[in-house]
């Protein structure tokens, strides 16, 4: 499966603090995994699940797959919305399917860049093209999903006949991701420049799993098949707001891991005492802890050395984070 990482925050956060420096970092995450708690993984070359120990470590296999397909990031800075005349702050995004530990453009922009919200995503899948890359951009917003829409190709037809005009313009590539997020911001509606509610992106979501769901479903009837999972962890920011989502289509199968955490912020960040990998404390930082800003973090995995501070997505939930980031667990009704 695909990793990905992503902060909203009141605090500034440097790129290369949260994406390269830690040990942990999804950058590493190709084929080096950290999940510190209990959860359930499933295999999906031998059909079923197993459990975690439920010890923080590095050696633990959930991902099944190396990710080295692509990777993309996505982050605002205001500086579209201070030049241009309908002051939109749209998302500057890089995409690259070198591994990114090569990469040294990535190296370099991270280590002169900040924001208060990024995407990073690690991409395992074919074709291996920068326009398969996640982040989605349309208008303000990212989208980006770590899993598979099942039979995909089957129901593709169907699937782009559900599609406004504007969203099918917005499709570069090929993967399933860019096509649901297609249909996502059909239910969003045409404008997407315009900041809307949690709730309504919420709603936007809840139709799109609908729909996904319904066309499997058809395909799966017509042809008299088995129906197989489909592992959906969506995540959309506009900058201002975020929803992810944790879930697997079958009861029988472990959505792909998912975390959140309101607290790690401080320790990926370099002006603040704490480490990422639990090293010594920073001595020249400047900053106290508590003075941090309010934050969240929703990734495939922790990447820091707390694993206090990480709390599982529960399978088939919302992570729902609103203006003022405050966060909340929805179990996803249907």
Not at 21 to 36: E, N, T
Not at 68 to 88: K, L, P, R
Not at 227 to 238: E, H, Q
């Amino acid at each position: 499966m695909c990793r990905w990482f992503a902060y909203i925050g009141e605090e500034p956060t440097l790129l290369e603090d949260v994406l390269i420096k830690p040990k942990h970092s999804i950058v590493k995450q190709i084929d080096v995994h950290f999940l510190p708690d209990l959860h359930v993984t499933y295999d999906p070359h031998h059909h079923r699940r197993m459990l975690s120990s439920g010890v923080a470590s590095d050696d633990h296999p959930p991902n099944h797959f190396t990710n080295i397909d692509g990777f993309g990031v996505g982050y605002y800075t205001g500086v579209a919305a201070e030049f241009n005349d309908d002051n939109v702050n749209r998302p500057c995004v890089y995409r690259n399917i070198r591994p990114p530990l090569n990469d040294l453009n990535l190296a370099s922009l991270c280590a002169h860049t900040s924001t208060k919200c990024v995407f990073a995503h690690l991409r395992a899948g074919t074709p291996i093209v920068e326009t398969n890359n996640h982040p989605f951009v349309f208008g303000r917003y990212m989208f980006m999903h770590n899993g598979v829409v099942a039979n995909f190709l089957k129901i593709k037809v169907k699937l782009l006949q559900k599609l406004s005009a504007k969203a099918y313009g917005n499709i570069f590539g090929t993967t399933d991701t860019e096509h649901v997020a297609a249909l996502f911001f059909t239910h969003l509606g045409d404008d997407w420049d315009t900041e809307l509610t949690i709730d309504q992106l919420k709603q936007a979501m809840i139709k799109t799993l609908q729909d996904i769901l319904a066309l499997i479903e058809e395909y799966t009837k017509d042809n008299n098949e088995e129906p197989l999972n489909s592992s959906l962890n969506f995540c959309v920011t506009d900058s201002c707001h975020l929803l992810a989502i944790r879930f697997s289509s079958l009861d029988k199968c472990e959505p792909p891991s998912l975390y959140y955490s309101t607290k790690a912020g401080p320790t990926l960040n370099r002006k603040f005492p704490d480490h990422p990998d639990g090293k010594e404390v920073r001595k020249n930082s400047i900053q106290p802890t508590e003075s941090h800003g309010k934050h969240v973090i929703v990734a495939s995995e922790p990447n820091t050395y707390k694993s206090q501070d990480w709390h599982v997505v529960p399978p088939n939930s919302f992570v729902l984070v609103n203006k003022d980031l405050n966060v909340v667990i929805e179990k996803i009704k249907l």
